[in-house]
């Protein structure tokens, strides 16, 4: 079957896409905020209108390098459930593409839903679900501040 995904390019020069459907929105990563104990693949939290989602560093979750923050970066949101959202952190917005999808048995690899192919690139396709078993930190009630005014400075 055919889709829009979104596909991005990680640092190690793997390509990951997202399926459009599951994207929420893509912001500038200018406002994340880190708390205490936070996994190594977590980068922290983004305050989107008062919600707040980890923002995850998918070099580190695949077994790469970590990515090089650059004040150009973007965080895409993508929905995990009905009431939250996760973030990847990306270099460059990603381009919008039709693709042939081929779903995968996710049984031993839940981080993934399946294979698109877009003639030219082929990507795996990140399973937003995999996100909400990631055991994240609490964020500190002191930070909730933090989050909010990074969230007033964007607007």
């Known amino acids: 079957m055919t889709e829009k995904i979104a596909l991005f390019l990680l640092d190690n020069q793997k390509y990951f896409a997202l399926k459009t459907c599951d994207i929420q929105r893509i912001e500038p990563a200018v406002a994340l905020v880190t708390v205490p104990d936070m996994p190594p693949e977590m980068i922290g939290y983004i305050n989107v209108h008062g919600n707040y989602g980890a923002v995850f560093d998918l070099n580190i979750l695949f077994g790469s390098n970590p990515a090089e923050t650059i004040p150009s970066d973007f965080v895409i949101l993508f929905t995990i459930s009905e009431h939250s959202f996760a ?3 990306v270099h460059e917005l990603p381009e919008i593409l039709d693709a042939e999808i081929s779903l995968i048995d996710n049984s031993s690899h839940d ?6 192919n877009t003639g030219s690139q082929m990507a795996l396709i990140l399973s937003p679900s995999y ?3 990631t055991k994240l930190p609490p964020i500190p009630s002191e930070l909730f501040d933090q989050l909010i005014i ?6």
């Open 87 to 89: 973030g990847i952190q």
């Open 111 to 116: 981080q993934f839903a399946g294979i698109a």
């Open 131 to 133: 996100f909400e078993n």
């Open 150 to 155: 990074s969230e007033n400075k964007r607007i």
